[in-house]
């Protein structure tokens, strides 16, 4: 009877342990949600809008939509793009998805 009784959990005692490793628990899956998905896309955004701060009139760029083209304007919201000889079109700034590297040749 008596090692049926040393086998008991104690009563109210053992709730403190449990509490402390939840919390612990939930620290390590925020850890992990931060490094994994937070954090990288934050550089992404930050990586984007260099990207779009250092547009200049010249660059070679495609636009999110597919559009091939030559920047000849830029305005605060809005570049002006070159896509043929007499065609220029007006995208937000936005739209930009790259600037592709200089000596890329254009395809018509």
Same mark, same amino acid.
Do not use: C
């Given at each position: 009877? =008596?090692?049926?009784?040393?086998?008991?959990?104690?009563?109210n005692?053992?709730?403190?342990?449990?509490l402390? *490793?939840t919390?612990?628990?939930?620290?390590?899956?925020?850890?992990?949600f931060?490094?994994?998905?937070?954090?990288?896309?934050?550089?992404?955004? @930050?990586e984007?809008?260099?990207?779009?701060?250092?547009?200049?009139?010249?660059?070679? $760029?495609?636009?999110?939509?597919?559009?091939?083209?030559?920047?000849?304007?830029? =305005?605060?919201?809005?570049?002006?793009?070159q896509? *043929?000889?007499? $065609?220029?079109?007006?995208?937000?700034? *936005?739209?930009?998805a790259t600037?592709?590297?200089?000596?890329? @040749?254009?395809?018509n």
């Amino acid at each position: 009877m =008596e090692s049926l009784l040393a086998m008991a959990p104690p009563p109210n005692g053992g709730g403190s342990g449990s509490l402390i *490793s939840t919390v612990i628990m939930f620290g390590a899956i925020f850890l992990i949600f931060y490094f994994m998905i937070i954090r990288p896309q934050q550089k992404r955004a @930050k990586e984007r809008e260099k990207l779009l701060s250092n547009m200049q009139k010249g660059d070679k $760029v495609v636009t999110s939509g597919g559009l091939h083209g030559t920047i000849v304007h830029i =305005e605060d919201k809005t570049v002006l793009i070159q896509v *043929s000889d007499n $065609v220029k079109l007006k995208y937000e700034r *936005s739209a930009i998805a790259t600037i592709l590297p200089s000596g890329t @040749k254009e395809s018509n």
